[in-house]
């Protein structure tokens, strides 16, 4: 580990999108830039930096069939395509993908109304999840 390294715990979980977008965007600009080892039992690595202003995307990820490659990175096509928008790939974070932009002016990364779709179905998922563990948790209390 060259680089000057913090960890930190999120203030909220990843399907808390805009939430978690923001967090990242504050940590940047006092000069903390999400790794990419990215989040680890659910806490963040960030490289520490020149304090900058940067947007963080966070993109869901659909559902994975058996077959289906299960690596968390985005396939080369997505790669390729989020850095001609000027994105960069970061981490994951549970069914979600980071990217990062130091660019203001850059087209925001995914405006495809089925895309969106997708993050608030993952979004909706995950409260759905959340909200019955706590209620089975106050059941056999």
């Known amino acids: 580990m060259g680089a000057k390294q913090i960890r930190r715990i999120p203030p909220c979980p990843s399907y808390h999108v805009e939430a978690m977008e923001s967090w990242l965007e504050s940590m940047a600009r006092d000069g903390y830039f999400l ?11 960030f490289d520490v930096g020149t304090p900058r202003k940067v947007r963080y995307r966070l993109q869901a990820v659909p559902k994975r069939g058996l077959l289906d490659d299960m690596t968390d990175r985005p396939n080369e096509e997505a790669l390729e395509i989020s850095e001609a928008l000027g994105w960069r790939y970061v981490a994951s ?14 087209r925001e990364l995914n405006t495809d109304p089925e895309m969106q779709s997708l993050s608030i179905d993952v979004i909706h998922s995950q409260e759905r999840s959340s909200l019955l563990s706590a209620l089975l948790w106050w059941l056999l209390k």
Do not use: E, K
């Open 35 to 45: 790794s990419n080892d990215g989040f680890s039992l659910g806490i963040a690595t």
């Open 93 to 106: 974070q549970g069914r979600f993908q980071v990217y990062y932009c130091a660019d203001p002016d850059a």
